[in-house]
């Protein structure tokens, strides 16, 4: 570890903090109706979208018609993108005359884009058109980030509200976010990343003679659009196959550093938009410092962990000074790598400037977990608020118990229903990770390193390093994340399929029970605080929620990890390589 390393991760650190209060107070004023500097050029087009749709502007909905209403679009985009996917051949800006996509992958690919997973089993840039690219994943990514943005504004009304039976109109807070929050720093990021030297054509490709005088077709398209809005909806979907390793989608240090901190914008500054709308911004900055705290801890452990020298290059007399460079862009080094690796993991982001497969053990253990807490360490644009609001429930319902009191949070008395429906919520993502990756661990014809002579499908290696690339795909498919462990090649019906369920799961299982603790909370009576009430912005209240996660999260996966990275570990030390 190096004073360079340490000092970018406090660059970004203090980068994302400065955003939190400015963003905050901008997306607080666009969900509350008030008029922001965009109004004046905005407000018509949002009406004139509002009548021709028929929406009431003013007409709030129950937390079943918000719900419906959110799974209806959804529903749309899916069938929307399967059909693009599946006519990509007839479909226009398709220069490099790609077919349309199989059965299985369309499905999946579909599905992956509306939940936020953008999980790809296929190569950007030699499977879909720019037609496909533009009007297919880039529409889904504006889309399904602004789902997971507004079920957390809906959340934050719940606590905020008393006896009230509405939380929202959900087709006016999905307008605003898109319109007023999205489209603004898409745009102006994708110009930032056209100046850093990403691409932006409806070019196919470019031919470079080369000096051995054979000709290499380059893949180029609307890039830099579509990278704009995957790092700040934290999407994640790469373009083209190697991400943000590409130099096309990441060419600069400077574009590294940005890109990192888009991912945690949104994402921090919700925190901002909770503390304001409940009346106490102490709040936010709670919940901020148990994220914090979180990601502070992990990106510490892969950084280090990744400087560690490989026992395997000591044990030959090589020396091991540099430390794991092994599937790692020299032009980013071990901090920004692991610097990446966490945060696009602590973030339901996906986008990876490094093979996390190459991390050593213990360092690609720590993206893994990130993901399996269910990414509410900042956590997607959304979905990690009302994650973390989740797991603060929990907490204080623990602290309840404790002390024998009633557990209440913002003056909320936390009862026998909202508990049950939290746990249902918590629970549905370990339920779908283990379950499947179990299922697959299971059949005799994926334990192997491939599935199929035929497919070549599966965990490319044995041993517990395989089981951790089978482990870390449905873990990101159930977190919606959409990374990969780089080595499990999953497009094939089986993995298509059920990595495609596992996406649905961990999507709309969770979302669904949730916004019924919404409903239930925001039709309570606000109760003022008395001097028996548990303080919940202060170390005692951050340092519980910082308890239970880690407890839940241990308890839930410890025997996995313990299979994977932690035996392939031991393993290591011992001299066997997998």
């Known amino acids: 570890m190096t004073w360079q390393g340490w000092l970018q991760i406090a660059f970004l650190t203090a980068a994302v903090v400065a955003l939190v209060r400015p963003f905050g107070g901008y997306m607080t004023r666009v969900f509350t109706g008030e008029k922001v500097w965009l109004s004046p050029v905005l407000r018509p087009l949002e009406n004139a979208f509002y009548a021709v749709a028929g929406v009431h502007a003013k007409q709030e909905q129950g937390w079943k018609s918000y719900a419906l209403a959110m799974l209806a679009i959804n529903f749309a985009g899916f069938l929307l993108l399967y059909a693009i996917l599946r006519l990509q051949n007839v479909l226009p800006l398709n220069p490099q005359g790609f077919a349309g996509v199989s059965e299985h992958l369309a499905f999946n690919t579909a599905v992956s884009f509306v939940t936020n997973t953008n999980w790809q089993s296929y190569g950007g840039e030699s499977t879909l058109s720019n037609f496909s690219q533009m009007a297919g994943l880039a529409v889904q990514n504006f889309l399904s980030a602004a789902t997971g943005i507004v079920l957390a504004v809906a959340?934050?009304?719940a606590f905020a509200r008393s006896r009230a039976n509405e939380i929202g109109n959900f087709w006016v807070d999905f307008t605003r976010c898109n319109l007023y929050v999205l489209l603004p720093v898409s745009v102006v990021f994708a110009l930032f990343l056209v100046w850093q030297g990403i691409p932006q054509t409806l070019a196919g490709s470019i031919t470079a003679h080369t000096l051995e005088g054979a000709d290499q077709h380059i893949a180029l398209g609307p890039v830099a659009s579509q990278v704009a809005i995957?790092?700040?909806?934290?999407?994640?979907?790469?373009f083209f196959n190697a991400n943000a390793a590409h130099p096309f989608e990441n060419p600069t240090a400077l574009s590294n550093m940005a890109q990192m901190i888009s991912i945690f914008a949104i994402g921090a500054a919700l925190t901002?938009?909770?503390?304001?709308?409940?009346g106490d911004q102490r709040q936010g900055w709670a919940i901020l410092a148990v994220m914090g705290a979180l990601f502070l801890a992990g990106v510490g452990f892969c950084y280090w962990a990744e400087t560690q020298p490989n026992p395997h290059?000591?044990?030959?007399?090589?020396?091991?000074?540099?430390?794991?460079?092994?599937g790692k862009e020299v032009r980013f080094g071990l901090a920004n790598s692991a610097l990446f690796a966490v945060i696009t993991t602590d973030a339901s982001c996906g986008a990876v400037n490094a093979m996390h497969s190459s991390f050593s053990a213990l360092g690609g253990m720590i993206p893994l977990i990130n993901i399996q807490l269910g990414?509410?360490?900042?956590?997607?644009?959304g979905s990690g608020l009302y994650g973390m609001l989740l797991y603060v429930i929990l907490a204080i319902f623990v602290a309840g118990l404790m002390v024998g009191r009633t557990p209440e949070y913002l003056g909320k008395k936390i009862e026998g229903r909202e508990m049950r429906l939290t746990m249902l919520a918590l629970l549905c993502i370990p339920f779908a990770i283990n379950g499947m990756t179990a299922l697959a661990s299971a059949l005799p014809a994926l334990r192997a390193p491939t599935d199929s002579a035929a497919t070549g499908a599966g965990p490319l290696n044995a041993g517990p390093h395989g089981f951790t690339e089978i482990l870390y795909a449905y873990s990101s498919a159930a977190g919606n994340n959409g990374s990969a462990f780089a080595g499990l090649t999953a497009n094939a019906p089986f993995w298509n399929f059920t990595l495609g369920l596992t996406m649905l799961l961990g999507r709309f299982a969770m979302i669904v029970p949730m916004l019924a603790?919404?409903?239930?909370?925001?039709?309570?009576?606000?109760i003022p605080p008395s001097s028996g009430t548990f303080p919940t912005h202060g170390p005692l209240f951050i340092g519980l929620v910082v308890g239970v996660i880690l407890i839940m999260g241990g308890l839930t996966y410890f025997p996995a990890l313990t299979l994977g990275p932690i035996a392939e570990q031991f393993e290591s030390l011992r001299g066997h390589l997998f």
Do not use: Y
């Open 313 to 326: 290059l000591t044990a030959v007399g090589v020396d091991p000074a540099g430390g794991n460079m092994e």
């Open 155 to 157: 959340f934050i009304r």
């Open 375 to 381: 990414e509410i360490i900042v956590g997607g644009v």
């Open 272 to 278: 901002n938009v909770f503390g304001r709308m409940v």
């Open 517 to 526: 603790v919404a409903g239930s909370l925001a039709a309570k009576q606000k």
């Open 230 to 238: 995957k790092m700040f909806g934290t999407n994640g979907g790469g």
